[in-house]
């Protein structure tokens, strides 16, 4: 049984007016639906029985996600598939990963 991926999870955007300091921060965050984390496990577990195009799907990251690794200097976009696998699985982000195969 295949579950359907939201077509959208809402980024939150908050700026926050430090008066001590006399300047804004932007906070972000997001939250994640556990539909969102049950269809990637799905598309994990289903994975090997898939046949691969062009094209593989490898990870489902959020937006979240991805601003933090680019403002650490790590833009995902310009990354192969090997190095966006490795760093999910060394901060221990394993459920955005949506295959099991070898990349």
């Not at 804004?24 to 496990?41: A, C, E, G, K, V």
């Not at 598309?43 to 029985?49: G, H, I, T, V, Y």
């Not at 991805?66 to 403002?71: C, S, T």
């Amino acid at each position: 049984m295949k579950t359907k991926l939201h077509d959208a999870i809402d980024l939150e955007k908050r700026l926050i007016n430090d008066h001590d300091k006399d300047h804004l921060n932007i906070q972000s965050t997001q939250h994640i639906p556990q539909s969102f984390l049950d269809y990637n496990r799905v598309a994990r577990e289903d994975s090997l029985d898939q046949k691969e195009g062009d094209y593989m799907s490898v990870a489902s990251v959020p937006v979240a996600v991805h601003e933090q690794w680019l403002r650490e200097g790590f833009d995902m976009m310009q990354e192969p598939a090997r190095e966006i696998l490795k760093r999910l699985q060394a901060q221990d982000l394993h459920a955005f990963i949506t295959t099991k195969k070898a990349v």
